[in-house]
Nanobody, 127 residues
Framework: QVQLVESGGGLVQAGGSLRLSCAAS????????MGWFRQAPGKERAFVAA????????YYRDSVKGRFTISRDNAKNTVYLQMNSLKVEDTAVYYC????????????????????WGQGTQVTVSS
């Protein structure tokens, strides 16, 4: 069982930056592939970024490539999402999620692959 708590959301102007954090419980954090997802009003939850358990592999949705960076600190049981050059269309509730991984390089991007979810943090980008 993994419990996830996101923080770092807020209101920012277009072009600004935010850093989301997701703190995980448990002592085997490195054995979990992690992902960030977002859900805008009236839309389905969508993949944003993912990172392998060891941190060596990352994957992004096309619309955030070059602007967002996912990283993790396994010593702190925390995964981060650095968001730069934010756009109005990035406005959403952002969720982190964890999935047990068979090997350290495993990476996942399908929401159905993640059994553990945080409560979400609101990111609002104003024009």
């Amino acid at each position: 069982q993994v419990q996830l708590v996101e923080s770092g959301g807020g209101l920012v102007q277009a072009g600004g930056s935010l850093r989301l954090s997701c703190a995980a419980s448990g002592r085997t954090f490195s054995s979990y592939a992690m992902g960030w997802f977002r859900q805008a009003p009236g839309k389905e939850r969508a993949f944003v970024a993912a990172i392998s358990g060891g941190g060596g592999r990352t994957y992004y949705r096309d619309s955030v490539k070059g602007r967002f960076t996912i990283s993790r600190d396994n010593a702190k049981n925390t995964v981060y999402l650095q968001m730069n050059s934010l756009k109005v269309e990035d406005t959403a509730v952002y969720y982190c999620a964890a999935a047990p991984a068979l090997y350290s390089g495993s990476i996942k991007s399908n929401p159905g692959e993640f059994p553990y979810w945080g409560q979400g943090t609101q990111v609002t980008v104003s024009s």
